[in-house]
C-alpha cells in the first residue's frame, strides 16, 4: 500500500589413605618379631602385586591409547524441505495475515525506492505495484507515485521503508478472500505521516511472493460501493 498522494494512509586424584598405626609394623615388640617379619613379608608381597598389576594396566591403557580411534561426532542429516511460509494455513490467522501484509509492502517499498532513485515510474516500478494492486486501488496507487515523482519526492521521506502495521483482525471471508484489520504507520514513508486505521481486503491471486493481492483498502466503513469483499466493481 501507498500513500497515493496523501489519498491512503510496521584434582586427578587417587585415594589417598594413612596406612600408618601407632607402634607401625616396624616397631619390635618382644615376642612378636616372627609375626611381624611374616607380616612384612606378606606386606612386601601385596604391594609387589599391587605394583605389577598397575603397572600392567597403566601399560596396556596406554598401549591402547595409542590404538584408540579420536572421538568421533556424528551430525544429524540436514533436512532438503524448507517450510513455504505463504503456504496457506488451515487456518488462517492474525499471524499468517501480518505475513502477508509484510511482504506486500516490502514490495510496494521497493517500488517507491526504485521511482525516487530513477525519478521516474518505468516499467519495472509499475510491475512491482501491479503485482500487489488490484483496481480501483492500483490507479491511487500509480497516480500518487507519478505525483510524488513530479514533485521531486518533496513529500516523501529520503529512504522510504516497509510501512509499519499491526494486523489486529482477520475475517475470513472464504479461502480467497480475507478482510484484515490493521494500524500503518505512515511515518515511514511520508515526514507527516501518523498512524492510521486502516482496513484491506486482500484476495488469492499468484501475482507476488505472498499469493496476494490488495483489492480494497479504506480508512473507516467500507467504501460505498455495492458488493461483497473482494468482488467489488
Excluded: H
Excluded at 509484510?102 to 519495472?124: C, F, H, N, P, Y
Aim: glycine fraction near 10%.
Amino acid at each position: 500500500m501507498l500513500p497515493g498522494g496523501f489519498g491512503r494512509f510496521r584434582t586427578r586424584g587417587g585415594l589417598t589413605g594413612d596406612a600408618r598405626r601407632p607402634g607401625g609394623l616396624g616397631g619390635r615388640s618382644p615376642g612378636y618379631t616372627g609375626a611381624v617379619r611374616r607380616g612384612v613379608s606378606v606386606l612386601a608381597m601385596v604391594l609387589v602385586l599391587v605394583l605389577v598389576a598397575v603397572a600392567t594396566v597403566g601399560c596396556g591403557r596406554s598401549g591402547d591409547g595409542d590404538k584408540r580411534a579420536e572421538p568421533t561426532t556424528t551430525a544429524s542429516p540436514v533436512s532438503t524441505t524448507t517450510t513455504d511460509p505463504w503456504a496457506v494455513p488451515d487456518q488462517i490467522d492474525v499471524a499468517y495475515v501480518q505475513r502477508v501484509v509484510d511482504g506486500l509492502s516490502r514490495i510496494l517499498t521497493k517500488a517507491w525506492q526504485l521511482a525516487r532513485d530513477r525519478g521516474k515510474v518505468d516499467a519495472e516500478v509499475e510491475r512491482l505495484v501491479r503485482s500487489v494492486d488490484e483496481q480501483p486501488v492500483l490507479g491511487v496507487d500509480l497516480d500518487g507515485l507519478q505525483a510524488s515523482v513530479n514533485a521531486q519526492f518533496a513529500d516523501v521521506v529520503e529512504r522510504p521503508r516497509p510501512l509499519a502495521a499491526e494486523v489486529r483482525q482477520v475475517q475470513v471471508v472464504n479461502d480467497t478472500c480475507v478482510v484484515a484489520r490493521m494500524q500503518i504507520d505512515f511515518s515511514k514513508i511520508v515526514p507527516s505521516g501518523a498512524v492510521r486505521d486502516v482496513t484491506q481486503e486482500l484476495v488469492r491471486r499468484g501475482r507476488n511472493d505472498t499469493g496476494w493481492t490488495i483489492a480494497a483498502q479504506y480508512f473507516s466503513a467500507p467504501p460505498a460501493r455495492r458488493g461483497e469483499p473482494c468482488q467489488r466493481p
